[in-house]
Protein backbone atom coordinates (compact mmCIF):
# COMPACT_ATOMS: atom_id res chain seq x y z
CA UNK A 1 0.00 0.00 0.00
CA UNK A 2 1.62 3.73 -0.99
CA UNK A 3 0.61 6.85 0.61
CA UNK A 4 -1.83 8.82 -1.77
CA UNK A 5 0.95 11.74 -1.18
CA UNK A 6 2.80 9.31 -3.18
CA UNK A 7 0.62 9.05 -5.97
CA UNK A 8 0.47 11.12 -9.19
CA UNK A 9 -1.73 11.00 -12.09
CA UNK A 10 -1.26 8.02 -13.76
CA UNK A 11 -2.45 6.38 -10.53
CA UNK A 12 -5.49 8.29 -10.34
CA UNK A 13 -6.31 8.25 -13.89
CA UNK A 14 -5.89 4.37 -13.93
CA UNK A 15 -7.99 3.92 -10.66
CA UNK A 16 -11.14 6.28 -12.24
CA UNK A 17 -10.51 4.22 -15.20
CA UNK A 18 -10.98 1.34 -13.59
CA UNK A 19 -14.38 2.62 -12.09
CA UNK A 20 -15.82 3.01 -15.43
CA UNK A 21 -14.58 -0.36 -17.38
CA UNK A 22 -14.45 -2.76 -14.79
CA UNK A 23 -16.75 -1.85 -11.90
CA UNK A 24 -19.38 -0.19 -14.64
CA UNK A 25 -20.00 2.33 -12.47
CA UNK A 26 -22.96 5.22 -12.94
CA UNK A 27 -21.60 8.51 -14.15
CA UNK A 28 -22.70 9.77 -10.99
CA UNK A 29 -20.75 6.85 -8.91
CA UNK A 30 -17.63 8.15 -11.28
CA UNK A 31 -18.07 11.70 -10.62
CA UNK A 32 -18.49 11.55 -6.89
CA UNK A 33 -15.12 9.29 -6.96
CA UNK A 34 -13.71 12.03 -8.81
CA UNK A 35 -14.77 14.95 -6.14
CA UNK A 36 -13.73 12.78 -3.62
CA UNK A 37 -10.20 12.25 -4.27
CA UNK A 38 -9.95 16.35 -5.20
CA UNK A 39 -11.06 16.90 -1.77
CA UNK A 40 -8.10 14.50 -0.36
CA UNK A 41 -5.78 16.18 -2.56
CA UNK A 42 -6.37 19.79 -1.87
CA UNK A 43 -8.43 19.69 1.64
CA UNK A 44 -6.34 17.20 3.37
CA UNK A 45 -3.12 16.77 2.19
CA UNK A 46 -2.55 20.32 1.17
CA UNK A 47 -1.37 19.45 -2.36
CA UNK A 48 -3.00 20.64 -5.71
CA UNK A 49 -3.14 18.73 -8.68
CA UNK A 50 -3.83 21.31 -11.44
CA UNK A 51 -3.73 18.37 -14.03
CA UNK A 52 -6.59 16.46 -12.13
CA UNK A 53 -8.62 19.46 -13.03
CA UNK A 54 -8.31 18.35 -17.16
CA UNK A 55 -9.56 14.55 -16.01
CA UNK A 56 -12.98 14.06 -17.74
CA UNK A 57 -16.10 13.56 -15.98
CA UNK A 58 -18.90 10.94 -17.38
CA UNK A 59 -22.11 12.76 -18.49
CA UNK A 60 -25.33 12.11 -16.82
CA UNK A 61 -27.47 10.00 -19.00
CA UNK A 62 -30.92 11.65 -19.50
CA UNK A 63 -33.76 8.82 -18.09
CA UNK A 64 -37.24 9.20 -19.45
CA UNK A 65 -38.82 9.08 -15.71
CA UNK A 66 -41.58 6.32 -14.92
CA UNK A 67 -45.46 7.67 -14.67
CA UNK A 68 -47.94 6.55 -13.73
CA UNK A 69 -51.22 6.66 -15.39
CA UNK A 70 -54.39 8.63 -13.59
CA UNK A 71 -55.45 5.11 -12.84
CA UNK A 72 -52.59 3.68 -11.15
CA UNK A 73 -52.26 6.99 -8.95
CA UNK A 74 -55.79 6.26 -7.73
CA UNK A 75 -55.05 2.61 -7.03
CA UNK A 76 -51.60 3.57 -5.22
CA UNK A 77 -53.94 5.73 -3.12
CA UNK A 78 -56.33 3.03 -2.10
CA UNK A 79 -53.93 0.78 -0.44
CA UNK A 80 -52.29 3.68 2.07
CA UNK A 81 -53.00 3.97 4.99
CA UNK A 82 -55.13 7.45 5.61
CA UNK A 83 -51.86 9.62 6.93
CA UNK A 84 -49.65 8.13 4.46
CA UNK A 85 -52.00 8.66 1.73
CA UNK A 86 -52.89 12.37 2.39
CA UNK A 87 -49.20 13.21 1.92
CA UNK A 88 -48.77 11.21 -1.26
CA UNK A 89 -51.83 12.86 -2.47
CA UNK A 90 -50.68 16.29 -1.53
CA UNK A 91 -47.10 15.62 -3.38
CA UNK A 92 -49.05 14.35 -6.51
CA UNK A 93 -51.41 17.25 -6.55
CA UNK A 94 -48.78 20.01 -6.42
CA UNK A 95 -45.77 18.19 -7.64
CA UNK A 96 -43.57 18.98 -4.55
CA UNK A 97 -40.59 16.36 -3.63
CA UNK A 98 -40.43 14.45 -0.64
CA UNK A 99 -38.61 16.71 1.40
CA UNK A 100 -40.81 19.89 1.08
CA UNK A 101 -43.82 18.38 1.83
CA UNK A 102 -42.61 16.67 4.64
CA UNK A 103 -40.71 20.12 6.20
CA UNK A 104 -44.15 22.68 5.52
CA UNK A 105 -44.91 24.66 8.36
CA UNK A 106 -48.11 25.97 9.40
CA UNK A 107 -47.46 29.49 7.78
CA UNK A 108 -46.40 28.14 4.70
CA UNK A 109 -50.70 26.98 3.60
CA UNK A 110 -52.78 29.58 2.92
CA UNK A 111 -56.29 28.08 2.38
CA UNK A 112 -57.80 31.67 1.61
CA UNK A 113 -55.51 32.00 -1.43
CA UNK A 114 -55.37 27.94 -2.47
CA UNK A 115 -51.78 27.86 -2.25
CA UNK A 116 -48.71 26.38 -0.93
CA UNK A 117 -45.44 28.14 -0.55
CA UNK A 118 -42.73 25.94 -0.77
CA UNK A 119 -39.77 27.41 1.06
CA UNK A 120 -36.10 27.17 0.88
CA UNK A 121 -36.45 23.98 -2.21
CA UNK A 122 -33.79 22.76 -4.48
CA UNK A 123 -31.49 25.41 -5.10
CA UNK A 124 -32.30 27.35 -2.13
CA UNK A 125 -35.19 29.17 -4.26
CA UNK A 126 -39.01 29.78 -2.88
CA UNK A 127 -41.90 28.99 -4.44
CA UNK A 128 -45.68 28.73 -4.96
CA UNK A 129 -47.76 25.68 -5.32
CA UNK A 130 -51.66 25.18 -5.86
CA UNK A 131 -53.44 23.82 -2.91
CA UNK A 132 -55.65 21.25 -4.54
CA UNK A 133 -58.99 22.08 -3.50
CA UNK A 134 -60.28 18.07 -3.13
CA UNK A 135 -57.21 17.91 -0.32
CA UNK A 136 -58.24 21.21 1.30
CA UNK A 137 -61.08 19.57 4.02
CA UNK A 138 -58.40 16.71 4.94
CA UNK A 139 -55.45 19.55 5.37
CA UNK A 140 -57.56 21.25 7.90
CA UNK A 141 -58.24 18.21 9.89
CA UNK A 142 -54.34 17.12 9.87
CA UNK A 143 -54.00 20.86 10.32
CA UNK A 144 -56.15 20.63 13.83
CA UNK A 145 -54.37 16.99 14.38
CA UNK A 146 -50.68 19.28 14.49
CA UNK A 147 -52.52 21.70 16.81
CA UNK A 148 -53.43 19.07 19.32
CA UNK A 149 -49.31 17.97 19.36
CA UNK A 150 -48.64 21.83 19.51
CA UNK A 151 -50.39 22.06 22.93
CA UNK A 152 -48.96 19.48 24.09
CA UNK A 153 -45.63 20.08 23.59
CA UNK A 154 -46.38 23.91 25.01
CA UNK A 155 -48.18 22.05 28.13
CA UNK A 156 -45.34 20.00 28.47
CA UNK A 157 -42.97 22.78 27.89
CA UNK A 158 -40.71 21.44 25.44
CA UNK A 159 -38.15 22.91 23.16
CA UNK A 160 -39.18 24.06 20.18
CA UNK A 161 -39.13 22.50 16.58
CA UNK A 162 -35.82 23.90 14.57
CA UNK A 163 -36.01 27.14 12.70
CA UNK A 164 -33.74 27.75 9.87
CA UNK A 165 -30.49 30.62 9.33
CA UNK A 166 -30.38 30.92 13.67
CA UNK A 167 -33.53 32.67 13.87
CA UNK A 168 -33.70 31.50 17.35
CA UNK A 169 -30.99 33.34 18.02
CA UNK A 170 -32.71 36.52 17.17
CA UNK A 171 -36.61 35.45 18.31
CA UNK A 172 -35.36 33.00 21.27
CA UNK A 173 -39.02 31.74 21.28
CA UNK A 174 -39.83 31.51 17.57
CA UNK A 175 -39.66 27.77 17.22
CA UNK A 176 -42.35 27.34 20.01
CA UNK A 177 -44.78 29.50 18.08
CA UNK A 178 -47.68 27.63 16.08
CA UNK A 179 -46.83 29.36 12.84
CA UNK A 180 -43.72 27.62 12.70
CA UNK A 181 -44.81 24.16 13.79
CA UNK A 182 -44.59 21.41 11.02
CA UNK A 183 -47.98 20.66 9.38
CA UNK A 184 -46.97 16.98 9.51
CA UNK A 185 -45.14 16.39 13.23
CA UNK A 186 -43.49 13.28 14.15
CA UNK A 187 -45.32 11.32 16.77
CA UNK A 188 -41.83 11.06 18.63
CA UNK A 189 -38.70 13.31 20.00
CA UNK A 190 -35.33 13.03 19.03
CA UNK A 191 -32.23 15.24 19.61
CA UNK A 192 -30.71 17.83 17.68
CA UNK A 193 -27.00 16.84 17.26
CA UNK A 194 -25.82 20.16 16.50
CA UNK A 195 -27.65 21.74 19.53
CA UNK A 196 -28.38 18.82 21.94
CA UNK A 197 -32.01 20.06 22.19
CA UNK A 198 -34.71 17.62 22.32
CA UNK A 199 -37.07 18.44 19.56
CA UNK A 200 -39.43 17.41 17.79
CA UNK A 201 -38.99 16.76 13.78
CA UNK A 202 -41.48 16.17 11.28
CA UNK A 203 -42.54 12.65 9.89
CA UNK A 204 -39.15 10.65 9.15
CA UNK A 205 -39.27 10.11 5.15
CA UNK A 206 -38.97 7.03 5.75
CA UNK A 207 -42.22 6.14 6.22
CA UNK A 208 -44.09 7.26 3.13
CA UNK A 209 -41.15 5.45 1.14
CA UNK A 210 -42.20 2.26 3.45
CA UNK A 211 -45.73 2.42 2.54
CA UNK A 212 -45.28 3.61 -1.16
CA UNK A 213 -43.55 0.62 -1.73
CA UNK A 214 -46.04 -1.69 -0.12
CA UNK A 215 -49.09 -0.09 -1.89
CA UNK A 216 -47.36 -0.27 -5.66
CA UNK A 217 -46.92 -4.11 -5.00
CA UNK A 218 -50.36 -4.65 -3.19
CA UNK A 219 -51.87 -2.64 -6.24
CA UNK A 220 -49.87 -4.89 -9.08
CA UNK A 221 -47.95 -2.06 -10.48
CA UNK A 222 -45.08 -3.67 -12.17
CA UNK A 223 -43.85 -0.17 -13.00
CA UNK A 224 -40.16 1.21 -11.16
CA UNK A 225 -42.61 3.66 -8.85
CA UNK A 226 -41.03 5.77 -5.47
CA UNK A 227 -42.43 8.81 -4.31
CA UNK A 228 -40.67 10.86 -6.66
CA UNK A 229 -42.60 8.99 -9.06
CA UNK A 230 -45.58 11.26 -7.65
CA UNK A 231 -43.54 14.52 -8.62
CA UNK A 232 -43.10 12.95 -12.82
CA UNK A 233 -46.57 12.02 -12.86
CA UNK A 234 -47.77 15.28 -11.73
CA UNK A 235 -45.55 17.14 -14.27
CA UNK A 236 -46.63 14.66 -17.52
CA UNK A 237 -50.39 14.87 -16.13
CA UNK A 238 -50.74 18.49 -16.26
CA UNK A 239 -48.69 18.73 -19.60
CA UNK A 240 -51.42 16.16 -21.08
CA UNK A 241 -54.33 17.90 -20.33
CA UNK A 242 -52.81 21.33 -22.04
CA UNK A 243 -50.77 23.25 -18.99
CA UNK A 244 -48.15 25.32 -20.41
CA UNK A 245 -44.65 23.92 -20.03
CA UNK A 246 -43.29 27.19 -18.21
CA UNK A 247 -46.30 27.14 -16.17
CA UNK A 248 -45.68 23.22 -15.46
CA UNK A 249 -41.93 24.70 -15.24
CA UNK A 250 -42.61 26.94 -12.65
CA UNK A 251 -44.82 25.07 -10.38
CA UNK A 252 -41.70 22.02 -10.49
CA UNK A 253 -38.94 25.00 -9.46
CA UNK A 254 -37.05 24.12 -12.11
CA UNK A 255 -34.09 27.49 -13.52
CA UNK A 256 -34.42 25.89 -16.49
CA UNK A 257 -37.10 24.75 -19.43
CA UNK A 258 -35.09 21.83 -20.62
CA UNK A 259 -35.28 20.15 -17.52
CA UNK A 260 -38.64 20.12 -17.62
CA UNK A 261 -38.75 19.00 -20.92
CA UNK A 262 -37.98 15.38 -20.26
CA UNK A 263 -42.07 15.35 -19.42
CA UNK A 264 -42.44 15.45 -23.33
CA UNK A 265 -40.64 12.94 -23.98
CA UNK A 266 -42.85 10.70 -22.28
CA UNK A 267 -45.49 12.41 -24.06
CA UNK A 268 -44.66 12.09 -27.68
CA UNK A 269 -45.78 8.94 -28.83
CA UNK A 270 -49.15 9.88 -27.14
CA UNK A 271 -49.68 13.22 -28.13
CA UNK A 272 -47.65 13.48 -31.74
CA UNK A 273 -50.39 11.24 -33.19
CA UNK A 274 -47.81 9.40 -35.81
CA UNK A 275 -49.50 6.37 -36.41
CA UNK A 276 -47.05 3.17 -37.11
CA UNK A 277 -46.31 2.00 -40.64
CA UNK A 278 -47.29 -1.54 -39.60
CA UNK A 279 -50.83 -0.09 -38.38
CA UNK A 280 -50.75 1.73 -41.72
CA UNK A 281 -50.07 -1.44 -43.94
CA UNK A 282 -53.03 -3.18 -42.05
CA UNK A 283 -55.25 -0.11 -42.58
CA UNK A 284 -54.39 -0.77 -46.80
CA UNK A 285 -54.96 -4.33 -46.82
Same mark, same amino acid.
Given at each position: ?????????????? *???????????????????????????? $???????????? !????????????????? $??????????????????????????????????????????? !??? !??????????????????????????????? !??????????????????????????????????? *????? *??????????????? *? $?????????????????????????????????????????????????????????????????????????????????
Amino acid at each position: MRHPRDMGAAEVEA *FLTMLATERHVSASTHNQALSAILFLYR $EVLGVDLPWLEG !VSRPAQKRRIPSVLTRD $EVAALFQFLDADMRLLAQLLYGTGMRLMEGLRLRIKDVDFDRQ !VII !VREAKGNKDRVVMLPRTLAPTLRAQLLNARS !VWEQDRQAQRGGVQTPHALEQKYPQVGRTWGWFWL *FPSPT *FSVDPRSGVERRHHL *F $EERLQRAVKKAVAQAGICKPVSVHTLRHSFATHLLQSGTDIRTVQELLGHSDVSTTMIYTHVLKVAAGGTASPLDSMAHGS
